[in-house]
């Protein structure tokens, strides 16, 4: 039986039908064309799907789209404005964090937590808050790289 | 002016990828699209007695089931293209979905077509298949054997080919040779992993006749052609659309059949069907990589002058010979049994044998990190024997500068190198006496360190379309660009390759906008539509810069040639009297009378004025085909620090020092040998695909698969030596691979290295500290 859920996300309420046992995952990519979150795995391994839930890094795949109702939901298409870029996007962007880009929306919006609970993270804190998220193009460098140029900028 | 070759600037692909505004194969959406989903085998080897669809074409929201019996005469089976002379090649046919057996965990055995993702996953658990189970082997030197379970009717033992290579006399040479060692090694199996699973949506238009596919693929060109081959469409009426692609590492080289099932599928139902891999799918679904078991012999002097290699190596393929699967173990990999050293004597014998496992393909570095692996090894194990240090036995041996081009005993021509160079910067970077000095120091106080050292050459850049044909290779390996240009001076390149991370969107702007002094801005890279981009062969082999950036560089040269031409008409000068200088033909002497390139792009479109016989437009395409393959080379050197009492392995510093030839973009080469390195790393200390007896797949998510996290890899350091290549106008070599291919044995050498006083000699990868801790415990052993 499918459901009327109510989303806020990235700033605006949407309303879709979803069947309970749908992840939010599927439905940002499906129902609300926010492909931007990538599905990687099935075991929540791989961190691509990464959105933002009242501002900490979620794993999408993890949470049923109607445990999202009524919490702000933040995706890599909704980080930044203006045409603008958001700092974490700019220094992937200059620190070529990324390559093929499929890790990157759920790399920089895990890196917005890490920037927004750790001001100053050292090297090794930045590797070990990237466990969840996987990455096999760029062996990680000019991730951890970006990270700390973006946390420079934001200070 | 300054020229943007050589320059690190940001890449053009970036900010689609890092705002969630790039389209990937899964986030494509059409009107009345409908979702597939593949019911897979359980079983690694059975016949099928019975496929009963019929709840599930009932089920709620199932708009139609096939199984392989509906489709048998409908689809075409699954080509291979790698066609490899003289090793009685047997490939047998793979269709589709399974007919009267299964052959691996995965195999396809019916396809349903629903409304929703959901449902079509749903509609799979009410299919009934009844199984009759046979023997599993997944062992390819035991699936070699008499008695061993045979999948395939027509190919006794599983051996689907035997591969010789032969330079010199190795037979001669190991008789003669006062040292010969031995050593099995094993290449196990692996998971490419691109972070995104592969997709295809396929939109057939009966009005049109036309069928558009959309694919994660490497090369669309090939993968129209596959697809004309196996939904029997002519390839003109097939259009495929690689858009954004996820990574690839080879994975997204092949044909799959679940492509032509979404193909046909469409063709049938005359509705669009899209198809997504799971994680878990693509791990029994996908092609995996290496998986040899190899025994190798060198032999030589007393004095480290290796005179001779000897290999026999069982080669798995899985179930069926994958697209391209027959090459790589051959061509790819016993061609390059001399590496970078002078070695007179070679003979090598290569099985490719069917296991009812999953079919084995190019995974990054395909045969050659197999081929440099074996060698490095020998050579470590080599110098221990007689007692000479590792770096000298390799520097005795090395191909000296002055012999390019250097042909080697396995036949193939080396373009060109430095070898001696690479390791001295290599050395230097780490102070290796120094490091000596500290191991001996450590080693005084139970300590374990170690470092290993690999000097490496590769074959990439894919290479004479000629070579190609004469090693049975189903396709060109020539590549192509058009490069137009627009009334108002911008540029677009079309370009017959399909880059998927490796950021030539950005390197071939740079190619063409040095060309015509502009703003690299003002030119645009399209790649991945068959129906914009000549034809081409596709990203793999390291191949995209020397061969199709060559392409491009070419057709640029040939459009400025026409600019010029028509700018010596409009200044009523000689073509001889203009000089090229900042954007401009400026004509000599007069350095008031000249025509820049934006007013030429719009002279040359709109044709008012053309010189005699001179066509309207500035465009121009180029078919390159290399004469010969590159060669990049280099050296990496590991040190570790070995746990005794744990078996962990500490890398204490890495460093790559590579040679490509001169660097389009250094900041996107670092980042190709950054991220190389990391998945040859993978592989040497924690990555293994594990079947069971039965042919179950162990690994069979990212929960069980170990690819690397950030927290257990090292900061890379890197450094380059440059080296031009003579066969491409860009004098340059490939870079994608060389991480993955020299960073395993680097790994390897050093942790044996480190464990040299305990006894150890070799350990089979990967390094986990379980294998490592039983290596320790079963020298210990041996020595009491
Ligand atoms: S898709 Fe959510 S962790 Fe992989
Ligand atoms: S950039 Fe490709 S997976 Fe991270």
Redesign the interface.
């Known amino acids: 039986m499918k459901r009327s859920i109510t989303l806020d996300v990235n700033g605006a309420t949407r309303t879709t039908e979803v069947e309970p046992r749908a992840l939010l995952a599927s439905v940002l990519r499906d129902q609300l064309d926010l492909t931007g979150t990538h599905i990687g795995c099935d075991t929540s391994q791989c961190g691509a799907c990464t959105v933002l839930l009242d501002g900490r890094a979620v794993k999408s795949c993890t949470v049923l789209a109607v445990q999202a109702e009524g919490k702000q939901i933040t995706t890599i298409e909704g980080l930044s404005g203006d045409g603008r870029l958001h700092p974490l996007q700019q220094a992937f962007w200059e620190k070529h964090g990324l390559q093929c880009g499929f890790c990157t929306p759920g790399m920089i919006l895990t890196a917005v937590d890490l920037l927004s609970q750790n001001p100053t993270p050292s090297e090794a804190e930045i590797r070990h808050a990237l466990e969840g998220n996987l990455c096999r193009c760029t062996g990680y460098q000019n991730i951890v790289a970006a990270i700390q140029s973006a946390a420079g900028a934001l200070r | 002016m300054a020229t943007l070759f050589g320059s690190g600037i940001?890449?053009r692909?970036?900010?689609r990828?890092?705002?969630?505004?790039?389209?990937?194969t899964?986030?494509v959406?059409l009107p009345g699209l409908l979702y597939a989903a593949i019911l897979r085998s359980t079983y690694a080897h059975a016949k099928l007695k019975q496929v009963d669809v019929a709840k599930a074409k009932q089920a709620a929201g199932v708009v139609a089931v096939y199984t392989g019996a509906d489709l048998r005469d409908k689809v075409n089976a699954v080509p291979c293209a790698w066609n490899v002379p003289n090793c009685d090649l047997k490939v047998p046919p793979h269709p589709v979905l399974a007919v009267d057996k299964v052959r691996y965990v995965g195999d396809g055995i019916a396809l349903v077509v629903a409304e929703s993702?959901?449902a079509a996953r749903d509609a799979l658990d009410l299919i009934e298949v009844d199984y009759d189970p046979l023997d599993a082997v997944v062992d390819p030197e035991r699936a070699a054997q008499k008695g061993a379970p045979q999948l395939h009717a027509d190919v006794p033992n599983n051996v689907a080919f035997t591969w010789k290579v032969t330079g010199g006399d190795a037979d001669k040479a190991f008789a003669e040779a006062p040292v010969k060692l031995e050593q099995r090694i094993l290449q196990p199996r692996l998971l490419p992993?691109?972070?995104?699973?592969r997709a295809a949506c396929a939109s057939y238009n009966p009005g049109t006749g036309q069928l558009t596919c959309w694919i994660t693929s490497q090369n669309p060109h090939i993968h129209r052609f596959l697809l004309s081959v196996m939904t029997k469409l002519p390839e003109h009426r097939i259009r495929v659309i690689a858009p954004?692609?996820?990574?690839g590492?080879g994975s997204k080289i092949p044909g799959y059949a679940d492509e032509a099932l979404v193909s046909f599928a469409s063709l049938d139902l005359g509705r669009p069907v899209k198809w997504t891999e799971?994680?878990?799918e693509n791990y029994k679904v996908t092609i995996h990589g290496r998986d040899h078991v190899e025994h190798v012999e060198l032999c030589g002097t007393k004095d480290g002058k290796i005179t001779g290699l000897r290999t026999r190596v069982y080669a798995g393929l899985g179930g069926y010979a994958s697209t391209a699967a027959p090459g790589i173990p051959t061509i790819l990999h016993g061609l390059m049994y001399s590496g970078p050293y002078a070695i007179p004597n070679i003979a090598g014998t290569v099985y490719g044998v069917y296991t009812t496992t999953t079919p084995v393909d190019a995974y990054r570095g395909a045969g050659r990190p197999e081929a440099t692996f074996l060698l490095e090894r020998m050579i470590d194990l080599y110098a221990r024997k007689i007692g000479m240090d590792p770096v000298e036995v390799r520097r005795k041996n090395l191909i000296p500068n002055d012999k390019f081009p250097y042909t080697v005993a396995t036949g193939i021509t080396y373009d060109s190198g430095n070898y001696q160079g690479a390791l001295d910067k290599a050395l230097q970077m780490i102070d290796y006496k120094k490091f000596r000095a500290e191991q001996a120091k450590a080693r005084k106080d139970g300590r374990y360190l170690g470092i290993g050292v690999t000097t490496y050459c590769e074959i990439c850049g894919l290479g004479p379309s000629q070579v190609a044909g004469a090693v049975g290779f189903g396709g060109g390996l020539y590549d192509s660009a058009i490069v137009r240009v627009y009334p108002t001076g911008v540029v677009r390149a079309y370009i017959g390759a399909k880059p998927?991370?490796?950021?030539e969107e950005t390197t071939f702007a740079q190619i063409v906008a040095d060309e015509f002094g502009l703003p690299v801005e003002n030119v645009e890279v399209v790649a991945g539509d068959t129906e914009a981009t000549p034809q081409g062969w596709g990203t793999y082999g390291s191949r995209t810069t020397a061969v199709c950036g060559s392409a491009v560089k070419v057709a640029a040269q040939r459009v400025k040639a026409k600019a010029k031409q028509i700018a010596a008409h409009l200044l009523e000068a000689n073509e001889a009297d203009l000089d090229w200088k900042d954007g401009k033909f400026v004509v000599k002497g007069s350095p008031d009378k000249s025509k820049s390139f934006g007013e030429l792009a719009l002279m040359a479109n709109v044709a008012w004025n053309m010189p005699p016989g001179v066509e309207p437009g500035l465009e121009a395409t180029a078919f390159f085909d290399p004469t010969n393959f590159v060669f990049p080379f280099g050296t990496h050197i590991c040190t570790v620090e070995v746990d005794a009492e744990t078996g962990e392995v500490k890398i204490l510093r890495y460093i790559a020092v590579d040679d490509c030839g001169p660097q389009i973009n250094p900041?996107?080469v670092?980042?190709q040998v950054?991220?190389?390195?990391?998945?040859g790393l993978g592989e040497a200390l924690q990555e293994r695909a594990v079947y069971d007896e039965d042919g179950q797949l162990l690994t069979g998510?990212?929960?069980d698969y170990a690819?690397?996290?950030?927290?257990q890899?090292p900061?890379?350091e890197t450094a380059h030596t440059v080296t031009p290549s003579p066969v491409n106008p860009l004098g340059v070599k490939g870079v994608g691979e060389t991480?993955t291919i020299a960073s395993v044995p680097t790994l390897v050498n050093a942790v044996c290295d480190a464990l040299a006083p305990l006894g150890v000699t070799h350990i089979d990868k990967p390094l986990t500290p379980a294998r490592v801790w039983t290596a320790i415990q079963q020298a210990k052993g041996g020595a009491r």
């Open positions: 940001k890449r692909e970036d900010p990828l890092v705002t969630g505004r790039a389209t990937y899964d986030d959406k993702r959901a992993t691109a972070m995104e699973p954004e692609v996820g990574g590492f799971d994680r878990s998927h991370g490796q950021g900041m996107i670092e980042g950054h991220g190389g390195v990391i998945q998510t990212l929960m690819v690397p996290k950030a927290s890899m900061k890379i991480g």
